[in-house]
């Protein structure tokens, strides 16, 4: 049965893919006519590899359950290699600890070549954009939680670790510290570090990243994604929504001045989304962006962000102090499911959306009508 639309403006929903019934999809990437699905977990599955040549009937080509006692839920690609991570899932024993690579120069049929060891818990999410690094954030042995690390990918088949990254600072009673991802422009990364905000790291050498600069600001708490705009001097941070249902905590996206990166400084947020989604169960607030990667969709001005039980919204950044929404798309509840749970998002070069829902919805492909797409392509980056 195909999915429904619960609410919608300048977004339509084209195609759909239940994952083999495995529908609880987390980060997703496309790859010539393949799309790499990594999975959350709760289905056992760990990687979905799907046809996309036709967006509206995503045809499912291969899955790979995730090892016992873990999850592979991120997947990245660029040069040909697919990076998946393997970390352990809700306290498995036994589990999997590191990272997978994969040869796709065939992007339908890709081919183990080689595995990183991270050891500890494991490693939770992967930047590859090319190039000789690749950066995560693990869980190494001696560590209850995540750090970050940049991993030297010179040979593909034998990743090794090159650096590291631990925030030097105890944490307040209550507060927790632990690394998500970085998102790099040119010699400076902006790292999100949950209740500790975001890191900027000086990156002009790989192998010796230094801290220049910490923000947090009051609405606080488990910052997840924070995407450079260069062009503008801008970085755009999520929070991510970790409590279910009414009374959860205020999550919002940040936008952050870093014209002088040593001194970053909040301008403005995104609106939350109109509605009563607060009021409804699960999660509602942001998760990820779309991250503006080579061969996508590139703006430094409309954002693409998943809202949980808000579904997809986007927003225009024209005046950084005050973001406007301009588009969105809300499905209806998948079956058996108390609200939508929309995770990760990935926007194609010519404005096709992918997103996915990370319980049971699947993978939805979206459209932008007439107006939205215009807006698209006069704030795209050439």
């Known amino acids: 049965m195909s999915p429904r639309t619960e609410s919608a403006h300048g977004l339509r929903l084209v195609g759909h893919s ?23 977990g709760i289905s056992g599955m760990g990687t ?14 291969d899955q790979w359950p995730s090892p016992p006692g873990s999850h592979t839920h991120k997947v ?61 954030s693990v869980t190494p042995e001696g560590f209850t939680d995540r750090i970050w690390i940049v991993i030297d990918m010179r040979d593909p088949e034998r990743p090794v670790e090159a650096a590291r990254y631990v925030l030097d600072e105890p944490e307040p009673e209550g507060a927790r510290y632990a690394a998500h991802h970085a998102l790099v422009d040119g010699d400076v990364a902006y790292l999100g570090y949950c209740d500790a905000g975001m890191v900027v790291l000086d990156v002009a050498d790989f192998s010796r990243p230094r801290e ?27 929070d991510e929504q970790l409590v279910d249902g009414p009374g959860a905590p205020a999550r919002l996206v940040h936008v952050i001045d870093v014209a002088d990166p ?33 061969g996508s969709y590139r703006s430094e001005r409309v954002v693409f962000v998943t809202y949980f039980n808000a579904g997809v919204r986007v927003y225009d950044l024209e005046d950084p ?62």
């Open 76 to 136: 990245q690609v660029a040069e040909d290699l697919l990076l998946v991570n393997q970390e352990q899932f809700r306290g498995g024993d036994p589990f999997t600890a590191g990272m997978l690579v994969f040869d796709v120069s065939d992007p339908l049929e890709p081919r183990r070549i080689g595995r990183f060891d991270s050891g500890g818990a494991g490693v939770h999410r992967i930047v590859w954009t090319g190039g000789r690094y690749a950066h995560a």
């Open 262 to 294: 040593s001194r970053p400084r909040v301008v403005g947020a995104c609106p939350e989304p109109e509605g009563d989604f607060r009021d409804r169960p699960l999660r509602f607030g942001p998760h990820n962006l779309h991250e503006n990667r080579e």
């Open 212 to 238: 220049v600069a910490r923000l947090t600001w009051n609405a606080g708490g488990e910052t997840h994604t924070c995407l450079p705009l260069p062009g503008r001097s801008l970085v755009v941070a999520t």
């Open 48 to 61: 979905s590899i799907l046809e996309v040549a036709d967006p509206t009937r995503p045809r499912l080509v």
């Open 321 to 382: 102090e005050q973001p406007v929404e301009v588009a969105h798309w809300v499905p209806a509840s998948p079956a058996g499911q108390a609200a939508p749970q929309v995770n990760d998002i990935y926007v194609e070069e010519s404005g096709l959306v992918w997103a996915t829902d990370r319980i049971g919805g699947g993978l939805y492909a979206l459209e932008p009508d007439a107006e939205l797409a215009s807006l698209m392509r006069e704030a795209a980056v050439a």
């Open 18 to 40: 239940d994952l083999g019934g495995c529908g609880d999809g987390m980060q997703v990437l496309r790859h010539g006519d393949a799309l790499y699905v990594g999975h959350f």
